[in-house]
């Protein structure tokens, strides 16, 4: 590297995009320290694995080629194990929609999205999703001994009974659990233990499914959202599942109440509904606390505005998340069939602050230079003293220190001093080249 490229090297990426050009700038670093690679210098100093010492280095260079999510990084509005994970599907065209993408969102929302984009080799995130990303969720358990034992003697015994109509195919100890699990929900206990179970004729439980209302899409309910279905999953759950929806909560004509008058309270009926459209957990995505008896059925429009005591005007949330909404913190827009949208209060003055900084970054940089009211005599003028500064500045960026860098430039200076009776100043490059003589 020339020392007048060195000189010229103002912004940290121009510096860290030009080491990487070298690869033996690095080589030389860690081999002077007495290390034959560098991941055995990220091991003996830092206590890093190989494996995580191969991936900062893998992030790094792609935050080379993304600018906004480096600097959200910088900035400290996204995590490094965020950021890593977002270098690894965006780039410098679709950057910007994930930034937008996730600002909204859950973290666990983000992870989701990431996820379904590298397995299906997605560049940027989807712009009309009912839901979460239908991805197969993993369930894994651990058995004693004795256990396992049972587990098996179960298996076999399963397989048995059903072999004949499989025609000697083998399930699946998925399929197993599952044809085990829809038994116990579709019967009911006898009187007794000893009597086993009794067949219904009907199904006892509910699964919620929603439907897009501008496509044919579906999605269920979990722990951590809505999570969208696979093509097709609703047609088959519509043919084998029968639709059940109450009289007493069936949509009306959606009219407005006349002013001046409110609407019934909430039903037994319209909770339950409630309770079973949003699989029992608050609707606040920043949330999903799972209520109980403790849950609250709240008319997003207030029955004292006009709100109707209807499906699409009520949501559940849970204690804390009703107060904060009723105390003015928590702001809920939006119905559930096309999404609600939870905001805090306080997003507006975040987002206020955030337009400042962006303002403030805009604006160009000032700097003044102090100079004395008296000089001696053999002072250096302000043009040498422009060079001293970038001379120093530029034998710091080669790896030496501060202190070390102005020792080198003292020694040079007095070189320089004897050698023309303090008559000429050296330039910048001079006292560089002069610096890194042995």
């Known amino acids: 590297m020339r020392f007048r490229e060195t000189l010229e090297l103002a912004h940290p990426i121009d510096r860290v995009k030009r080491a990487y050009g070298r690869r033996d700038f690095f080589l030389e670093r860690y081999r002077q320290l007495g290390f034959s690679s560098i991941d055995a210098y990220a091991e003996a100093t830092f206590r890093f694995h190989h494996t995580k010492t191969y991936q900062l280095i893998e992030v790094s260079r792609a935050l080379l080629g993304l600018p906004r999510i480096a ?41 989701l999205e990431i996820k379904d984009a590298r397995e299906k080799k997605r560049q940027k995130p989807r712009k009309e999703g009912f839901g979460l990303p239908g991805l197969p969720v993993r369930i894994a358990f651990e058995l004693k001994p004795e256990e396992h034992a049972l587990y098996e003697k179960g298996i076999e015994k ?7 109509g499989l025609g000697g195919e083998r399930l699946e100890p998925k399929d197993v ?40 899409r579906g999605a ?66 920043c949330c999903r606390r799972r ?45 559930p069939d096309t999404g609600l949208v939870f ?56 790896g030496y220190s501060r202190s070390e860098a102005r020792r080198r430039l003292e020694i040079v200076l007095g070189r320089f001093r004897e050698a023309t009776g303090g008559k000429e100043s050296p330039g910048a490059p001079e006292l560089i080249r002069e610096c890194l003589r042995p």
């Open 71 to 111: 600097s959200a990084l910088e900035q400290g509005e996204i995590s490094w194990s965020l950021a890593a994970k977002l270098s690894r599907v965006a780039t410098g065209e679709t950057e910007g929609e994930w930034l937008d993408f996730l600002r909204p969102r859950r973290v666990r929302a983000v992870e």
């Open 158 to 164: 399963v397989h048995a009974e059903l072999a004949p």
């Open 177 to 216: 659990l599952l044809l085990l699990l829809r038994r116990v929900l579709e019967t009911e206990p006898a009187e007794s233990v000893t009597a086993g179970r009794r067949e219904t004729g009907l199904s006892p439980f509910t699964v919620v499914v929603h439907k897009c209302p501008g496509c044919a």
């Open 220 to 285: 269920v309910e979990s722990e951590a959202g809505r999570v969208e279905l696979e093509p097709g999953a609703l047609e088959r759950l519509e043919r084998e599942a029968g639709r059940v929806v109450p009289e007493e909560i069936a949509p009306r004509s959606r009219q407005p109440v006349p002013p001046g008058e409110r609407d019934r309270p909430n039903t037994p009926a319209l909770r339950q509904a409630v309770f079973a459209r949003d699989g029992g957990c608050c609707a606040n995505p």
């Open 291 to 335: 209520v109980e008896s403790d849950g609250h059925v709240h008319h997003i429009k207030a029955r004292a505005l006009g709100g109707p005591t209807e499906l699409h005007n009520t949501c559940l949330l849970c204690v804390w998340c009703h107060a904060l909404h009723h105390s003015g913190q928590l702001v809920i827009e939006g119905d």
């Open 343 to 398: 905001r805090p209060a306080a997003e507006g003055l975040t987002a206020a602050i955030r337009r400042s900084l962006d303002q403030a970054r805009a604006l160009p940089v000032v700097r003044t230079a102090e100079v004395a009211a008296a000089r001696a005599p053999d002072s250096a003028s302000a043009e040498s003293e422009d060079e001293l500064r970038g001379a120093r500045a530029a034998l710091e960026k080669l």
